[in-house]
């Protein structure tokens, strides 16, 4: 029981982090980036090209070295956000929102098959694999990486918090999201916010990846694509906008699945994730934290 | 209200995408398919003059992409001997790949192409999905098939000769080793792919001597396989069978090792590849083995036909299938010679008449149904350099 409740919140932990970039760009620009999940992708590959830099030079490190490469990794994914922004989301800033949804599709894939050019299609073992000996706690096993990835997740959705939430900048961003063009009256620089939030969004993603890549020890170019389903599922279910709900949601259905496979197995998982995406949107689409969506015509 | 609805259209938005992508994609196969086959006119009926073409249909994109070029490479250099041996009356064979994704649709779209650019065998087929839609289009164009890769139960019976042993002739051989281990209770766990559920349904079906305790599933798009670990432990077996892919199924003999589960993993061939002792990780991967049919290092002169092949290749090792496509266009090669051309009903008619065709994997002889007698599966484990597989039993006691 405890192990079911650990691997959800595990697993859910990363939905989460993923989540939160889907739902700051969701939340700004009414923009449902679907190259989210890439960007994810794309920082794992980073990471991988980082990490070869990195150990000719130090040596084979595991923990210290692999959180600097996180950090590199955060902002090489960040500016690559800002770059999409640029060259593929604001000239269709005004167009209908449509258009925007299909580029970022085509971000995606183009994303996808030019990591595939690059690295090919085989999959890539991660030069550091975190195991350690797991540790029983109430029956369940855990494992130190585990901890360690999870409280690096709880970080940086903190630091996260307290940027939007206490920040000046946080605030404009907050206002954007209110009223876009109110914002820009009251001369808040729309552009460099939005580019912001990109940056913020896809370093976050880019570190869900790179842990993923250290855990997992594998990295391929299409990893990317069911994680960016799971974290707007995550999104959708914890409120999509809503910073604490895009948490909330990617542990709700970490939690879900978790259970979910356990009583009803393992074929049964991604039909019981997006059995919840379909119900929620149904019946309560502003999520758990359900906040109030205006309606802009 | 705006965000419900925004949030549907996306999703019926990006599949309505999806489809008309794929649509515009075969529209525009097919007219370079025409094109290719107006082009080269009078190529497409036999004129008894020219190369003739075989068509490979394999993945060369997604996320089986690996195994197009082991596929390629080991046709290439079968026809590179056939053809310096004075080729088939003394016309030189050619091949023409095509990408077919591990997908049906496209594989469709592909299989109309190859038809259209006048091939005269199909030696292609990696993925059963992918193949079984694609074995009318061959039949209705009179194109004999010769299939490398592809093994499903499903493909058996269809006009089509297969290479590799049936998804029953490996269960068999599974269902041995186990009974030869003496497990008693076994979890079976698939890919939801065809290739693979329809191997662990023949092992659940034949399972003699032991139990099938409990079956499960994983999406090998997915990363993390806790929940199936999770359920694979609490049913407390003493055998685990995989059936899938080795990319997930890396990962998936890690994260068993690390929930807890010591026992023996024995894997198909889908996933008998060196990429699964480095995905897996060198702790996880003891005690696995796989079931197989020969690969060219554990063959009598195989490392000539390795040396042979990286000249091909560039360099590149040869994996999965290699041999068994280099086989593929070898039978055909001799189907035709026995049959004096290339017309359709002389070539099948040559195909089935093979007795103890030699090859390298052993003596070929097709079943009525097409499929190869006996299969040939032996038992192999991962404890070659950097975790090749290479022979542990070959079941003969």
Request: aromatic share 10%; with cysteine; hydrophobic share 45%.
């Given at each position: 029981?405890?192990?079911?409740?650990?691997?959800?919140?595990?697993?859910?932990s990363?939905?989460?982090?993923?989540?939160?970039?889907?739902?700051?760009?969701y939340?700004?620009?009414?923009?449902?980036?679907?190259?989210?999940g890439?960007?994810?992708?794309?920082?794992?590959?980073?990471?991988f090209?980082?990490?070869?830099?990195?150990?000719?030079?130090?040596?084979?490190?595991?923990?210290?070295?692999?959180?600097?490469?996180?950090l590199?990794?955060?902002?090489?994914?960040?500016?690559?956000?800002?770059?999409i922004?640029?060259?593929?989301?604001?000239?269709?800033?005004?167009?209908?929102?449509?258009?925007?949804?299909?580029?970022?599709?085509?971000?995606?894939?183009?994303l996808?098959?030019?990591?595939?050019?690059i690295?090919?299609?085989?999959?890539?073992v991660?030069?550091?694999?975190?195991?350690?000996a797991?540790?029983?706690?109430?029956?369940?096993?855990?494992?130190?990486?585990?901890?360690?990835?999870?409280?690096?997740?709880?970080?940086?959705?903190?630091?996260?918090?307290?940027?939007?939430?206490?920040?000046?900048?946080?605030?404009?961003?907050?206002?954007?999201?209110?009223?876009q063009?109110?914002?820009?009256?009251m001369?808040?620089?729309?552009n460099?916010?939005?580019?912001?939030?990109?940056?913020i969004?896809?370093?976050?993603?880019?570190?869900?990846?790179?842990?993923?890549?250290?855990?997992?020890?594998?990295?391929?170019?299409?990893?990317?694509?069911?994680i960016?389903?799971?974290?707007?599922?995550?999104?959708?279910?914890?409120?999509?906008?809503?910073?604490?709900?895009?948490?909330?949601?990617?542990?709700?259905?970490?939690?879900?699945?978790?259970?979910?496979?356990?009583f009803?197995?393992?074929?049964?998982?991604?039909?019981?994730?997006?059995?919840?995406?379909?119900?929620?949107?149904?019946?309560?689409?502003?999520?758990?934290?359900?906040?109030?969506?205006?309606?802009?015509? | 209200?705006?965000?419900?609805?925004?949030?549907?259209?996306?999703?019926?938005h990006?599949?309505?995408?999806?489809?008309?992508?794929?649509?515009?994609?075969?529209?525009?196969?097919?007219?370079?398919?025409?094109?290719?086959?107006?082009?080269?006119?009078?190529?497409?009926?036999?004129?008894?003059?020219?190369?003739?073409?075989?068509?490979?249909?394999?993945?060369?994109?997604?996320?089986?992409?690996?195994?197009?070029d082991?596929?390629k490479?080991?046709?290439?250099?079968?026809?590179?001997?056939?053809?310096?041996?004075?080729?088939?009356?003394?016309?030189?064979?050619e091949?023409?790949?095509?990408?077919?994704?591990?997908?049906?649709?496209?594989?469709?779209?592909?299989?109309?192409?190859?038809v259209?650019?006048?091939?005269?065998?199909?030696v292609?087929?990696?993925?059963?999905?992918?193949?079984?839609?694609?074995?009318?289009?061959?039949a209705?164009?009179?194109?004999?098939?010769?299939?490398?890769?592809?093994?499903?139960?499903?493909?058996?019976?269809?006009?089509?000769?297969?290479?590799n042993?049936?998804?029953?002739?490996?269960?068999e051989?599974?269902?041995?080793?186990?009974?030869?281990?003496?497990?008693?209770?076994?979890?079976?766990?698939?890919d939801?792919?065809?290739?693979?559920?329809?191997l662990?349904?023949?092992?659940?079906?034949?399972a003699?001597?032991?139990?099938?305790?409990?079956?499960?599933?994983?999406?090998?798009?997915?990363?993390?396989?806790?929940?199936?670990?999770?359920?694979?432990?609490?049913a407390?077996?003493?055998?685990?069978?995989?059936t899938?892919y080795?990319?997930?199924?890396?990962?998936?003999?890690?994260?068993?090792?690390?929930?807890?589960?010591?026992?023996?993993?024995?894997?198909?061939?889908?996933?008998?590849?060196?990429?699964?002792?480095?995905?897996?990780?060198?702790d996880?991967?003891?005690?696995?083995?796989?079931?197989?049919?020969?690969t060219?290092?554990?063959?009598?002169?195989?490392?000539?036909?390795?040396?042979?092949?990286?000249?091909?290749?560039?360099?590149?090792?040869?994996?999965?299938?290699?041999?068994?496509?280099?086989?593929?266009?070898?039978?055909?090669?001799?189907?035709?010679?026995?049959?004096?051309?290339?017309?359709?009903?002389?070539?099948?008619?040559?195909?089935?008449?093979?007795?103890?065709f030699?090859?390298?994997?052993g003596?070929?002889?097709?079943?009525?149904?097409?499929?190869?007698?006996?299969?040939?599966?032996?038992?192999?484990?991962?404890?070659?350099e950097?975790?090749?597989?290479?022979l542990?039993?070959?079941?003969?006691?």
């Amino acid at each position: 029981m405890f192990q079911l409740i650990w691997n959800g919140l595990f697993v859910g932990s990363f939905y989460a982090l993923v989540a939160l970039g889907y739902s700051m760009v969701y939340g700004i620009i009414k923009l449902l980036n679907f190259a989210h999940g890439d960007l994810y992708m794309l920082g794992s590959f980073l990471a991988f090209v980082v990490l070869g830099g990195m150990t000719g030079l130090f040596g084979l490190g595991s923990i210290p070295i692999l959180l600097l490469v996180l950090l590199i990794t955060m902002l090489l994914t960040g500016g690559i956000g800002v770059l999409i922004e640029r060259v593929a989301y604001r000239p269709l800033r005004t167009s209908p929102r449509l258009a925007a949804l299909i580029t970022a599709v085509g971000v995606s894939f183009t994303l996808e098959y030019a990591v595939r050019q690059i690295f090919g299609a085989s999959p890539l073992v991660f030069p550091i694999r975190l195991q350690g000996a797991p540790v029983e706690v109430f029956g369940a096993r855990i494992t130190m990486p585990q901890l360690v990835l999870m409280l690096v997740a709880a970080i940086l959705m903190f630091l996260l918090q307290r940027y939007v939430m206490h920040s000046r900048e946080g605030r404009a961003m907050r206002a954007i999201a209110l009223d876009q063009k109110a914002s820009l009256l009251m001369g808040v620089n729309v552009n460099k916010v939005i580019s912001r939030t990109f940056f913020i969004g896809s370093a976050l993603a880019g570190a869900a990846g790179v842990m993923a890549a250290a855990y997992y020890g594998t990295i391929d170019f299409l990893m990317g694509f069911v994680i960016g389903l799971k974290a707007f599922t995550a999104a959708v279910i914890g409120g999509i906008g809503n910073l604490y709900g895009a948490m909330l949601g990617g542990i709700v259905l970490g939690l879900l699945e978790s259970f979910g496979t356990h009583f009803l197995g393992g074929q049964w998982r991604d039909v019981f994730a997006f059995g919840f995406l379909i119900l929620f949107l149904v019946f309560k689409p502003t999520g758990i934290l359900g906040e109030r969506v205006v309606e802009r015509v | 209200m705006s965000l419900k609805r925004s949030a549907t259209a996306r999703k019926s938005h990006r599949s309505r995408l999806v489809a008309t992508g794929a649509v515009a994609l075969s529209i525009g196969l097919a007219l370079t398919g025409c094109s290719g086959g107006l082009a080269s006119g009078g190529d497409s009926g036999d004129s008894g003059k020219g190369n003739i073409k075989l068509g490979m249909l394999a993945p060369f994109s997604g996320s089986e992409a690996a195994f197009g070029d082991y596929m390629k490479f080991g046709a290439q250099l079968a026809i590179n001997e056939v053809n310096a041996d004075g080729g088939v009356d003394g016309r030189d064979l050619e091949l023409v790949t095509e990408d077919d994704g591990c997908d049906p649709t496209a594989a469709v779209a592909a299989a109309n192409k190859l038809v259209t650019a006048g091939v005269k065998g199909s030696v292609g087929g990696y993925c059963s999905g992918a193949t079984l839609p694609t074995l009318p289009i061959f039949a209705d164009a009179q194109v004999p098939m010769v299939i490398p890769a592809a093994n499903s139960n499903e493909l058996v019976g269809q006009g089509a000769f297969m290479i590799n042993g049936t998804g029953t002739q490996q269960a068999e051989s599974a269902v041995k080793y186990i009974k030869k281990v003496g497990a008693k209770s076994v979890v079976v766990i698939d890919d939801n792919t065809d290739y693979s559920v329809d191997l662990a349904d023949s092992v659940e079906k034949q399972a003699d001597g032991f139990k099938v305790v409990k079956r499960e599933s994983i999406n090998p798009k997915e990363k993390d396989f806790s929940a199936n670990v999770n359920s694979v432990l609490s049913a407390n077996p003493d055998f685990v069978v995989w059936t899938g892919y080795y990319q997930a199924g890396g990962l998936l003999i890690n994260q068993l090792r690390g929930g807890g589960y010591d026992g023996p993993i024995l894997v198909g061939d889908g996933s008998v590849d060196a990429q699964l002792a480095a995905i897996a990780g060198p702790d996880s991967i003891k005690n696995v083995v796989g079931t197989f049919t020969r690969t060219p290092d554990m063959l009598e002169g195989g490392d000539k036909w390795i040396a042979d092949y990286k000249k091909v290749s560039n360099g590149a090792d040869p994996g999965p299938y290699s041999i068994q496509s280099y086989e593929a266009v070898k039978t055909l090669a001799e189907a035709y010679k026995n049959a004096g051309g290339t017309d359709y009903d002389a070539v099948v008619k040559a195909l089935k008449d093979l007795k103890d065709f030699p090859l390298l994997t052993g003596d070929l002889t097709f079943a009525a149904d097409g499929s190869r007698e006996g299969g040939g599966f032996v038992i192999v484990e991962p404890t070659g350099e950097d975790g090749a597989f290479v022979l542990k039993d070959d079941l003969k006691s």
